[in-house]
Every structure is written in structure tokens, then in C-alpha cells.
């Protein structure tokens, strides 16, 4: 097993690609703290699922778009871990589309606040521990929304081409360190967030993915379980687009 010994948080862990990246680095030997929002059901589901997987799992609740809340889902990670914290997934996002000619500065703030303050605020509070360790993974769930644009989507795009230009920063400040930063940029992935997308343009989509299918959670797990590992420790400030082929078509 390749993350024996290591202790993972993951925000928005509870559902979706963060449960499956959960169970993922679980399966590869990883202890795994499991941040979610509200749906406490879900992280329940998903604890048992990284027990299955033969991890340790704890679940740490906490809005991580919030400056103190972000520190405490660290702190509790970090006494999971013994005082280690050596996988960081910045995983918690969010939608609220809508053209811009429509879009109102709410639900630019919501996505802006989550997915793109919420990585700063937990990454910051992450790196002085990694620091100490002289050793790290970091791992920021971007999108290809955040790669090529999205009609609709000028707030998530924004919000993920941002942070690939935070993953490369973080690389470069980090690098020093032993602390690798690397992004995954998912193309379209059946979960709670796309699925009240109208059946006509998931089937246009489909059209658009040159592999013929929609991504899974676990394909995106996968990838970020390669970036997390040893095997992947001359890799950073890069953008694995995890897509079907649907952006270099
Ligand atoms: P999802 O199924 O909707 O799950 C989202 C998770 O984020 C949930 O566990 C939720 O917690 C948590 N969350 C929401 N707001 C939060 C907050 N303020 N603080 C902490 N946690 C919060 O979403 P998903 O599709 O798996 O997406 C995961 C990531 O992949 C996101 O960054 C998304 O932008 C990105 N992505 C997804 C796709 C796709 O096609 N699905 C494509 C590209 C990128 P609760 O369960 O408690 O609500």
C-alpha cells in the first residue's frame, strides 16, 4: 500500500469525487478526515465506506469558506493525524450557474467563497504543519470549466481558473519544502452537484467527450491518489485534466 502511515483531510469529503477520493487513498493504507458542510448523513455513509476500505476515518464538520472554521477543520485533522498532516485535498465546491448577464453578485460571492477562498483558507492554515514535516501533497480540485470557460458558468470558471494560478503559486512558495501542489481538472462527473442539469445538455455533453462516456468519481479519485503518492513526487504545479479527452478533442 502506497499511503501507509499517512493522514489525508479532505474537504467536502462526504459526497461525490471527495467520498470516492476518501475511500481511494483509505484503500492505498491512508488515514482519511472527512470535512463536510451539513449533510451529516452522507459523511456518516462515507466514514463507513473508508472503514470498509480499511482506513481510519473521522469526520470533521465545518464551513471551510469560513476564516475560523477553515483553521479548526486543520486543527481537527491534525490531532486525527498525532500532530501529521500529510494529504491535503481541497475537494469543497460548489455551482450556482447562470449567464452573466443574469448572475447576481451573490452567486458570484457563494462560488468565489467556496472554491476558491475556501482552498486559500485551508491551504494557508495546512502549511505551517507541512512546513515542520518538510513534506507534503496538495491536491486542488479545479475543473475544465477553469481550463477553456463555460456558458453559464463565468463565477465556477472563475473560481477554477483561479485556483490553478493558486496551485502553481502554492508549488512554487512550497517546493522547498518537500511539498508538492498539483491540480485535477475534472470534465463532466455524474454527482449530486450536475445531476440537476436538463437530460439535453448532459446529452450534449456526452456528444463532446471523445472516450463516448461520462467521467466517474473514482476516475478522479484515481488521479488524485497517483498525485498524492511517492511515485508522483517530481510532479508539481500542474493540471491533470481528467476529462475523456473532452478539452484537447
Ligand atoms: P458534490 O457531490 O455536490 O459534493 C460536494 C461536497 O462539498 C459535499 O461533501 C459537501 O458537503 C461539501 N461542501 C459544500 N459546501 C461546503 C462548505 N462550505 N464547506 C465544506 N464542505 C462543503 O460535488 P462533486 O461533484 O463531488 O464536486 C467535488 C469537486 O469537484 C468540486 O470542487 C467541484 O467543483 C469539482 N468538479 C466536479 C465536477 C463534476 O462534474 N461533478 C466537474 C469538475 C469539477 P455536504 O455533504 O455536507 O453538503
Known amino acids: 500500500m502506497k499511503l501507509e502511515g499517512r493522514t489525508a483531510l479532505i474537504t467536502g469529503g462526504g459526497r461525490g469525487i471527495g ?3 476518501a475511500v481511494r487513498l483509505a484503500r492505498e493504507g491512508a488515514d482519511v478526515a472527512i470535512n463536510f458542510k451539513g449533510n451529516a448523513a452522507a459523511a456518516e455513509d462515507a466514514k463507513r465506506l473508508v472503514e ?23 486543527k481537527a485533522a491534525l490531532s486525527f493525524g498525532g500532530g501529521r498532516l500529510d494529504i491535503l485535498v481541497n475537494n469543497a465546491g460548489i455551482t450556482r450557474d447562470n449567464l452573466l448577464l443574469r448572475m447576481t453578485a451573490e452567486e458570484w460571492d457563494a462560488v468565489l467563497d467556496l472554491n476558491l477562498r475556501g482552498t486559500f483558507l485551508v491551504t494557508k492554515a495546512a502549511m505551517r504543519p507541512m512546513m515542520k514535516q518538510r513534506a507534503g501533497r496538495i491536491v486542488n480540485v479545479a475543473s475544465i470549466a477553469g481550463v477553456v470557460g463555460n456558458a453559464g ?6 473560481a477554477k481558473a483561479g485556483i490553478i ?3 502553481k503559486t502554492v508549488a512554487r512558495e512550497m517546493a522547498s519544502r518537500n511539498i508538492t501542489a498539483n491540480a485535477v481538472a475534472p470534465g463532466f462527473v455524474p454527482t449530486d452537484l450536475t445531476d440537476p442539469l436538463p437530460q439535453q445538455v448532459k446529452d450534449d455533453l456526452l456528444k463532446q467527450i471523445p472516450l463516448g462516456r461520462f467521467g466517474t ?3 478522479v479519485a484515481n488521479a488524485i491518489a497517483f498525485l498524492v503518492s511517492d511515485e ?3 510532479i508539481t504545479g500542474q493540471v491533470l485534466v481528467v476529462d475523456g479527452g473532452m478539452v484537447t478533442a
Do not use: H, I, M, P
Not at 52 to 74: H, I, R, W, Y
Open 19 to 21: 467520498r470516492a477520493t
Open 52 to 74: 470498509g476500505a480499511g482506513g481510519k476515518a473521522t469526520l470533521v464538520q465545518g464551513d471551510v469558506s469560513v476564516d475560523g472554521q477553515a483553521d479548526e477543520v486543520v
Open 153 to 158: 458558468q463565468a463565477n465556477y470558471a472563475a
Open 165 to 167: 494560478g493558486f496551485t
Open 217 to 219: 468519481v473514482e476516475d
Open 232 to 234: 508522483a513526487s517530481y
